[in-house]
């Protein structure tokens, strides 16, 4: 059974940080796309990272470049989103999600889209306070 279990969110004041991390099971690791994705209420789910599909780089969208860096670790089977300089506007729930990667799409392919997943974790919250 694929599992994906988030951690690591809580209540932070504007500008201090977080690591969220993303534990998996049920699948071999190295051949599914992870990506980490937000929701807040009344907004729609937004993508917040993701690996290439060769794990070589990363997207991020403008509303956290700069400040969210994701890293892979898989020998643990485990995906991180390191989140600095919060603000409140970050404030969601945060959600993992995993696909397969897929050999018709090119290396440098980015899973953006939260319909490209076919699992997901059962989110985290994240709350920034001013």
């Known amino acids: 059974e694929v599992q994906l279990v988030e951690s690591g969110g809580g209540l932070v004041q504007a500008g201090g940080s977080l690591r969220l991390s993303c534990a998996a099971s049920?699948?071999?690791?190295?051949?599914?796309?992870i990506g980490w994705f937000r929701e807040a209420p009344g907004k729609a789910r937004e993508g917040v990272s993701c690996?290439?599909?060769?794990?070589?780089?990363?997207y991020y969208p403008d509303s956290v470049k700069g400040r969210f860096t994701i890293s892979r670790d898989n020998a643990k089977n485990t995906v991180y989103l390191q989140m600095n300089s919060l603000k409140p506007a970050d404030t969601a729930v945060y959600y993992c999600?995993?696909?397969?990667?897929?050999?018709?799409?090119?290396?440098?392919?980015?899973?953006?889209?939260?319909?490209?997943?076919?699992?997901w974790g059962q989110g985290t919250q994240v709350t920034v306070s001013s």
């Open positions: 690996f290439s599909k060769n794990d070589r780089s990363t």
């Open positions: 999600a995993a696909r397969e990667r897929r050999s018709a799409h090119s290396g440098t392919y980015y899973y953006t889209g939260g319909y490209e997943y076919d699992y």
């Open positions: 049920g699948f071999t690791f190295d051949d599914y796309a």
